[in-house]
């Protein structure tokens, strides 16, 4: 028993068949055989901080908050960065009361600079939170303010055939 077949059933040409006019005539397409497809990843903030470790003055309000109340500072990068910002402010607080903020600060640091690839090192970091922790908070506030967290990692990917 069975089905008696079907005219043009199973296909001879592949599946689905052609249609006259679609898909529409485009150069390059369709895609020559032997093509490779790169992707090329491209970071926001182009490799380096936005701004000068000195340059302060563009938000001078979060300048004097990371010099008067630096847990407080510590707790809106974290926030800028998708993290809690309660749970920043008191790990800051509690790294102060032992005198390890630096390296709390430089660890924080490390991973801006990983995200947007900047280039660096910790003894930098390090150096930065422990001499000058308000202007390195400054700036990495102006940088997290200029390319804001999105939900990961910070990324755009462009794809690119050659053929």
């Given at each position: 028993?069975?089905?008696?077949?079907?005219?043009?059933?199973?296909?001879?040409?592949?599946?689905?068949?052609?249609?006259?006019?679609?898909?529409?005539?485009?150069?390059?397409?369709?895609?020559?055989?032997?093509?490779?497809?790169?992707?090329?990843?491209?970071?926001?903030?182009?490799?380096?901080?936005?701004?000068?470790?000195?340059?302060?003055?563009?938000?001078?309000?979060?300048?004097?908050?990371?010099?008067?109340?630096?847990?407080?500072?510590?707790?809106?990068?974290?926030?800028?960065?998708?993290?809690?910002?309660?749970?920043?402010?008191?790990?800051?607080?509690?790294?102060?009361?032992?005198?390890?903020?630096?390296?709390?600060?430089?660890?924080?640091?490390?991973?801006?600079?990983?995200?947007?690839?900047?280039?660096?090192?910790?003894?930098?970091?390090?150096?930065?939170?422990?001499?000058?922790?308000?202007?390195?908070?400054?700036?990495?506030?102006?940088?997290?303010?200029?390319?804001?967290?999105?939900?990961?990692?910070?990324?755009?990917v462009v794809q690119q055939n050659k053929f």
């Amino acid at each position: 028993q069975g089905y008696p077949p079907q005219q043009g059933y199973p296909p001879q040409q592949g599946y689905p068949p052609q249609q006259p006019g679609y898909p529409p005539q485009q150069p390059g397409y369709p895609p020559q055989q032997g093509g490779t497809t790169t992707v090329i990843v491209q970071q926001g903030g182009g490799g380096n901080w936005s701004n000068g470790i000195c340059d302060c003055t563009e938000d001078c309000g979060f300048c004097i908050l990371a010099a008067c109340c630096p847990c407080i500072a510590f707790g809106q990068l974290k926030e800028q960065q998708g993290e809690g910002c309660c749970g920043g402010c008191c790990i800051y607080y509690c790294a102060t009361q032992f005198g390890i903020h630096s390296c709390i600060g430089c660890s924080n640091r490390s991973t801006i600079r990983s995200r947007f690839s900047i280039p660096g090192g910790c003894c930098e970091d390090w150096c930065c939170h422990l001499f000058c922790p308000c202007l390195a908070m400054t700036q990495e506030h102006l940088h997290l303010s200029k390319f804001p967290y999105q939900g990961g990692a910070q990324t755009v990917v462009v794809q690119q055939n050659k053929f």
